[in-house]
């Protein structure tokens, strides 16, 4: 069956760096689309960014455009989010999603299986 497993989360001041990784397994990954998306307390998740199976295309959600960036290696069956420049509104659970095809959208309905989610906490 499908996983996805995600690491990388953490504490990091505002102005700093984490990356991001989504160990996926249970299906042919470089046939499937990705995405991060994201939820901050009190609040519904959200999309923040998206790659294509081959990694040809990418997608963010404009309040990430710039500092985030999403890649991924199909030999490692991997996906990640580098993220620089942090703010405090960045603060959430990140998780990392599988499209239904090699492109992937951006609601969840898009979206047929979820990891668990790593926490990212933006503070000084």
């Known amino acids: 069956q499908v996983q996805l497993v995600e690491s990388g989360g953490g504490l990091v001041q505002p102005g700093g760096s984490l990356r991001l990784s989504c160990a996926a397994s249970g299906f042919i990954f470089s046939h499937y689309g990705m995405a991060w998306f994201r939820q901050a307390p009190g609040k519904e998740r959200e999309f923040a960014a998206s790659?294509?199976?081959?990694?040809?295309?990418?997608d963010y959600r404009d309040s990430v455009k710039g500092r985030f960036t999403i890649s991924r290696d199909n030999a490692k069956k991997t996906v990640y989010l580098q993220m620089n420049s942090l703010k405090p509104e960045d603060t959430a659970i990140y998780y990392c999603?599988?499209?239904?095809?090699?492109?992937?959208?951006?609601?969840?309905?898009?979206?047929?299986?979820w990891g668990q989610g790593t926490q990212v906490t933006v503070s000084s």
């Open positions: 790659i294509s199976g081959s990694g040809g295309r990418t």
């Open positions: 999603a599988v499209a239904r095809t090699v492109y992937a959208g951006q609601t969840e309905s898009d979206f047929d299986s």
